[in-house]
């Protein structure tokens, strides 16, 4: 039995173009451990790795005709070298050189006649570090069959295991004419949908997503209550070309904690999360970038955020990957960081009570096995693929992961930057991933429409600053 995409899996592959390509990336930094760390190790680690996630030795396969969704099948001229690369930075590296570096790697598309996923080992950083940057795509990532490659290059162990044996052995490919009997069979089982699929064409990509939006159940969830009325008009909504910017910015989590205590006092005590903490300091930020391009700020001036949640229904933990998707309208216009706090925190609130669904604790989230994040933010991303861009003008991902440290082979990972990917007509996206004590924001902007993407980042740190100094509530 052949192994089919589903229809939000085809879908990212119809809706990618030059300008958007429908992928999801990491940024890990490295310790170099005292044996070192080349491109061999990358190489073996991988190999180890991906034995247990064989999708990533899979390519895709049309069906003749586009009778059905293409297939997954094995590559049997899977070729590691070309899937694990090699760079380096001039020496001393900076972290702005890699910033660059990234912003040229990310949006080149992936090879689709091969397994849709690229690793790069940067090496040359500052301070003897190195970094691994990762990029997969959506529609191998479903988080019950495949996690996100950097869901498994890291673990607790801090020194380099012995390995594995691997006797991986490539399926032969499905012929034309079996993919073909195959869809036929599918036909008698489920006729209305694949008399659906030819009638109106996988090429047409409004209607498939109109069908997408309705199986999207199958991994996330976009419960959430949502007003109809479009987002407000924002330059964080402007035509996207082919180049990027990207932006990375460590924080301290204590820092976050210290607010959530001391703001969230009197009526609002018990009430206010880290989440909320991290929102402000991302409207504080959009703010001051909007005074600085000379942008009107009133009272009323909103971006509006689509953030996704972990969410899990009644008091048992988890048990598959959900999400919704939380709709908050980030008040830039409100002068008084605490206030800013406040707002964000009913808000989040409001949509989360009702309809027997809990938003996933950070302890639950990063006690998942292996390193959940970079999975979590890619099933965010496809969240954020269904839903109307009108309904939003960001995106923001954030997700918990664990406060102890991870190594790849025997390299403490010492901080990991998301990068998340942009729709049409979104400028910017902003991924965050908590661990080890510390924040860290990846901004992924479009090269044209946001040249001042660092000064966001500078915004990201002013703005957390200024709720760490901000005047405790008034209690009553």
Known sequence: MVDRLSSLDTSFLHLEDATTPMHVGSVMVFDAPEGGFDYESLVTLISERIAHVPRYRQKIKSVPGGLANPVWVDDKHFDMSYHVRRSALPRPGSDE???????????????????????????????????????????LVDGIRAVDIGNVLVDGNPTA?????????????????????????????????????????????????????????????????????????????ASVGRARRYVMIGTDLDDYRKIRTR???????????????????????????LLTRGEAVYGGTTIRAMVPVSVHEGPEAPTGAQMTACFVDLPVGEPGPSMRLHQIAFSMRQ??????????????????????????????????????????????????????????????????????????????????TSYDGGVYYGLYADRDAMPDADVLGRGVVDSLHELLEAPRPKTR
């Open 263 to 289: 703001l969230g006092q009197g009526a609002f005590a018990d009430e206010v999360t880290v989440n909320d903490v991290i929102l402000a300091t991302i409207a504080g930020a959009f703010r001051s970038w």
């Open 351 to 432: 949509q989360m009570e009702g309809g027997g669904r809990r938003a996933v604790s950070a302890d639950t989230l990063a006690g998942l096995g292996g390193f959940a994040p970079p999975t979590m933010h890619a099933l965010g991303a496809r969240l954020g693929g269904v839903v109307s861009k009108r309904l939003y003008n960001v995106v923001i991902t954030n997700v918990p992961g664990p406060q102890t440290p991870l190594y790849a082979a025997g390299a403490r990972m010492v901080s990991t930057y998301p990068v998340t990917p942009l729709g049409r007509g979104q400028a910017l996206s902003i991924g965050l």
């Open 161 to 237: 295991s012995d390995g594995i044996l691997t006797t991986w052995r490539a399926r032969a490919e499905p012929s034309s004419v079996e993919l073909v009997v195959g869809a036929v069979a599918e036909a008698v089982r489920t006729p209305s949908q694949v008399v659906d699929t030819v009638q109106h064409g996988i090429a047409d990509v409004g209607k498939t997503l109109g069908k997408v939006t309705s199986v999207a159940s199958e991994v996330i969830s976009t419960l959430a209550r949502v007003s109809a009325r479009p987002a407000p008009e924002s330059p964080l909504n």
């Open 97 to 139: 050189q890699l910033e660059e570096l990234v912003a040229r790697i990310q949006p080149r598309p992936l090879d689709r006649t091969r397994p849709l996923w690229e690793v790069y080992l940067v090496e040359g950083l500052a301070e003897d570090r190195f970094a691994i940057i990762s990029k997969t795509h959506h529609s």
